[in-house]
């Protein structure tokens, strides 16, 4: 079979969970499926090994038992960066690493997905972008495209750059009432310029959340407490500076959420454990009272503790939400159920038998 490798135009439009998704519902059906993402742009290390940090997430998901050599033989780390800037040797056998580690991977396999880096064009000066890696190894792009009202222009370039090894599109996030504008003109318009759209999938609160986990770590907080609700998923935040009787009414309005307040406002902090409260995001560094913390412990609502101020803790919040990954176990179930019920599976898998 031709392997098939999704990619995108810009992080975050969806790839890694297209992977996910297509790879195990493929393994529900029998084929032994292969993974890998030739070009890494998340360092990590695994003991002695550089790898991805999604290529090695999606490879133990996919349970592939492969080498993360293999897996992900390319990252590109900044030192990889300055050297091939230096030297225009230095990546001279890249595109051949790729393709010996495709050769192991795809071994014994009915199938295999393949990742691409952040966009089409990285590690295009090192001889190992999207287009090339494809003519390297006979493989068949999957676009995954975030939408967005450049959508049309961003595919068309697309195909400009990629030529015959772009195989079919895939639309995501697309807002609620964008769905029949796209139906009705955007996948029409694509047909016809000879660009096949493989399904198109409607934004998702699920998807776009992230664990109170995931959130602590990235503003660089402190929990509190109850640690045990840490992998609970925040699918929105709201500001408290408001009086307590205010907050209330205005609390009430979104559920799952996180609530960001000062560290000193016990009443507005109070008022927030009164409704559906993933987390409390105290902010200037101060400790709660010991009856905020009490009843929060007594509801499992963890509160971060963070140093900075309520404006700064918005503007970061406001950067992860919706541009986060997908390492929840809750989120791995809801991705299998929107590919199973948004993308054409039977479709992909006559592009990866050449047709």
């Known amino acids: 079979m031709v392997p098939l490798f999704f990619i995108s135009n810009q992080p975050f439009s969806g790839k890694s969970s297209m992977c996910v998704g297509v790879g195990k519902i493929l393994g529900e059906k029998g084929l032994r499926v292969g993974y890998m993402k030739p070009v890494g742009t998340l360092p990590t290390r695994v003991g002695e090994i550089t790898t991805d940090e999604d290529a090695q997430y999606i490879s133990n998901i996919l349970d592939t038992k492969e080498k993360l050599e293999d897996v992900c033989p390319i990252v590109l780390t900044q030192q990889y960066s300055r050297e091939g800037l230096r030297d225009p040797d230095f990546s001279k056998g890249f595109i051949d690493i790729i393709a010996d580690a495709y050769k192991r991977i795809q071994k014994d396999k009915d199938i295999v997905i393949m990742e691409g880096a952040k966009s089409v064009e990285d590690g295009y000066f090192l001889g190992i972008s999207a287009n090339k890696i494809c003519k390297k190894i006979g493989a068949k792009a999957i676009m995954v495209v975030k939408y967005s009202s450049e959508i049309v222009d961003q595919v068309l370039y697309a195909k400009e750059f990629l030529k015959e090894c772009l195989s079919g599109v895939i639309i995501n996030w697309v807002p609620r009432s964008q769905m029949e504008y796209v139906g009705e003109l955007v996948i029409p318009f694509l047909t016809k310029n000879k660009i096949e759209v493989l399904g198109y999938i409607a934004s998702d609160k699920i998807l776009s959340s992230v664990s109170v986990k995931e959130m602590a770590e990235i503003l660089g907080g402190q929990i509190i407490c109850a ?80 140093n900075f101020d309520t404006l700064t803790a918005v503007e970061r919040v406001g950067e992860i939400m919706g541009h986060v990954g997908f390492h929840e176990i809750k989120k791995v179930s809801k991705i299998i159920e929107v590919v199973s019920e948004y993308i054409d599976i039977n479709k992909l898998l006559k592009i990866s038998k050449g047709n």
Request: glycine fraction near 8%; include cysteine.
């Open 227 to 306: 640690e045990d609700k840490v992998e609970e998923l925040v699918e929105t935040f709201m500001v408290g500076a408001m009086g307590q009787e205010q907050a209330l009414k205005f609390f009430q309005r979104k559920a799952n959420k996180a609530v960001i307040t000062g560290g000193d406002r016990a009443d507005v902090q109070l008022a927030a454990l009164e409704t559906p409260t993933r987390c409390l995001v105290l902010t200037g560094n101060f400790q709660p009272s010991s009856v905020v913390l009490g009843r929060a412990e007594e509801l499992g609502v963890p509160m971060i503790l963070v």
